[in-house]
């Protein structure tokens, strides 16, 4: 739909100027990059984005819209999704979700096998180091591991 196809020519152009954004094909699609990573795809009815967290659920609670897989196997991504052109005034915001997450990077979680981020050196004068450095990295899953199983034969 020509309507679907200049919101995003639109919403591109913004990125284009203002978020460092590139423009390429994804797979034979339309989409918008940073640094190489694809965040924002143009399908004939829909767009699909690259989100986390609240802004994911939120798009994905929208009526068709869907996981979407990049190379277009059976199985869904869940870092993607698409929203059909039915939601394409929310595109905008969407789009810049999208670009804030991507410029944000990824973790480590996102990264390949094998491809662990690599530290710079830490200064010797104790009071140039980072206190973030210092503190061992929070996760949900070992966390998880702290509670007690409830209902494994402790009747």
Known sequence: MANARTR????????????ETTLGQLFGKPCAMIKG???MVFCFDGMAFRLKGRVRLQASALQGARYWDPLGRDVPSMDWIYVPEAH????????LDAARFCKEGFSVRDLP???LPTAPPAADDPSQRSVRRLVPSFSLSKLWSLVPMLGRGDR
């Open 88 to 95: 394409f005034l929310r595109w905008d915001r969407f789009g």
């Open 8 to 19: 995003y020519d639109t919403i591109c152009e913004y990125l284009v100027r203002t978020h």
């Open 37 to 39: 990573h694809a965040f």
């Open 113 to 115: 096998k094998g491809s």
